[in-house]
């Protein structure tokens, strides 16, 4: 979902976005669903590891979710880092439309996060 938000509102001019984790899940139909809700197409998103170079050579990440920042490797010198404790929504549970919530509550924190993030570029 983070992906999704700063490809459509980041510039494409100032930031190059890309994602990726320690673990491969694929793309979950629900972080779809709640992204389409708010005209955010991500289903042609992949769920990729971390590329140690990239990582390596990036200005800014950004982690998601307790697990991602115990589990993450570390961080290089000079590399911004922010630490968003975020819910995997991917772990909610309850009734369809209880989980579909939690997808929507973290969508809506992460796209306020990434709003956050261009209002500091300008």
């Known amino acids: 979902m983070a992906e999704g938000y700063a490809h459509s509102i980041l510039p494409k001019s100032a930031f190059e976005v890309r994602s990726a984790g320690i673990e491969t899940h694929g793309l979950n139909p629900r972080a779809v669903k ?6 955010v197409d991500i289903s042609n998103q992949t769920s990729d590891l ?23 490797p570390t961080i290089p010198k000079g590399v911004v880092h922010d630490h968003w404790n975020l819910q995997d929504p991917a772990q909610a549970i309850g009734s369809d439309q209880d989980i579909l919530s939690e997808f929507r509550k973290t969508r809506d924190i ?6 956050e993030i261009n209002s500091q570029h300008d």
């Open 50 to 72: 971390i590329d140690m170079d990239y990582f390596k050579n990036a200005d800014l990440i950004i982690t998601l979710c307790g697990d991602s920042k115990d589990k993450c």
């Open 34 to 39: 709640v992204m389409a809700e708010d005209g």
């Open 110 to 115: 992460i796209k306020k996060k990434i709003l």
